[in-house]
């Protein structure tokens, strides 16, 4: 028999694991949630789910409890939990929250008392459920960490959800976040960067991404099948320095903010350029002097 699942915030994510849990066989037990309003909306969606005024009936009604409220609240949404349970045993239950920024040391109040901890969390974005939408789990790349068998049966359960279960350390966490954060947020800001410039040579920033568009999918699927190192082309790859200062003393006229993101990126792809091995020595430093000639926070127009 399968584990019984409670949800303690059910707002998007919880929503859905409510839902899609569900439909992989799993029994929803307790729905607990700032309002009960909420909690009868993720009743509702799943079809199952007693909703709790008290969350810590939620808890005692499960054996898996996810804690699905916002980063900032599931310390002392959990810390809750375990003094409104009167120190009551929790051995046996799983305990987890779907933060991407946030190990499953934040649970240590329930791991006090002797439930199992650990943290998933889904590298997708979730919109309100929707009725007969597809799942937003599917294919879908999950980490787990935290405790053996937290990690074990989340394994199971994301499998089970159609995702792509994987473990990383409790204390690389942070670092498997900020990865996340510049593969996902710092790309629209780099591309952002691009479509500034375009602007600049007159073009609309939907004409713009058009133009674009080609080249992006072209390098990621670059460094899918080739590598990161590999994948890098262009005047740095190259060690063209007269096209990067050309490059620069133009950017650097638009702005000079433009100009230091321009050559912070330009040092990181030297880096890159130099694992090819086909860069003169003398154009390394060449191409490094030119580009921390405008990471300084003075403009070189002063």
């Given at each position: ?6 949800i ?14 569900g439909?992989?066989?799993?029994k929803?037990?307790?729905l607990?949630?700032?309002?009960s309003?909420?909690a ?15 969350p810590c009936?939620?808890?005692m ?12 609240l ?12 009167c120190?009551?045993?929790l ?6 929250h ?5 190990s499953?040391?934040i ?17 997708q974005?979730?919109?309100?459920y ?19 068998q937290?990690v074990?049966?989340g ?8 995702a ?11 670092l ?13 800001t ?7 410039l ?6 609309e ?25 590999s ?9 063209d320095?007269?096209?990067v ?7 650097d ?5 433009f100009s ?5 990126l ?7 350029a130099?694992?090819?091995g ?14 921390n ?9 002063n």
């Amino acid at each position: 028999m399968k584990p019984k699942i409670s949800i303690i915030g059910c707002g998007r994510v919880g929503t859905a694991l409510a839902v899609y849990l569900g439909l992989a066989g799993y029994k929803i037990a307790g729905l607990a949630s700032r309002t009960s309003e909420s909690a009868k909306k993720t009743a509702t969606a799943s079809g199952q789910g007693t909703v709790f005024n008290d969350p810590c009936d939620a808890v005692m009604a499960g054996d898996i409890i996810f804690i699905t409220t916002p980063d900032n609240l599931i310390e002392t949404v959990c810390s809750e939990l375990a003094d409104g349970l009167c120190q009551k045993r929790l051995d046996g239950k799983i305990f987890y929250h779907c933060s991407g920024a946030i190990s499953s040391a934040i649970l240590q109040k329930a791991a006090a008392q002797g439930a199992i901890t650990g943290s998933i969390h889904p590298l997708q974005s979730f919109a309100p459920y929707k009725h007969g939408q597809p799942s937003p789990f599917k294919g879908v790349n999950i980490s787990l960490e935290g405790d053996e068998q937290a990690v074990k049966s989340g394994h199971k359960m994301i499998e089970e959800l159609g995702a792509k279960p994987f473990s990383i350390p409790t204390k690389a966490k942070t670092l498997y976040h900020a990865a996340a954060v510049v593969a996902s947020n710092y790309l629209v800001t780099l591309e952002h960067f691009a479509l500034q410039l375009l602007h600049e040579v007159g073009l609309e920033e939907k004409k713009a991404y058009e133009i674009l568009e080609p080249l992006i999918h072209g390098t990621l699927s670059n460094i899918k099948n080739r590598g990161s190192s590999s994948a890098l082309t262009g005047p740095v790859a190259r060690g063209d320095v007269g096209i990067v200062e050309n490059h620069l003393k133009k950017i650097d006229d638009l702005s000079h903010d433009f100009s230091m993101l321009y050559s912070v990126l330009g040092l990181s792809a030297l880096e890159l350029a130099k694992k090819q091995g086909n860069l003169d020595p003398k154009v390394i430093t060449s191409m490094k002097t030119i580009f921390n000639k405008y990471t300084s926070d003075n403009s070189t127009k002063n």
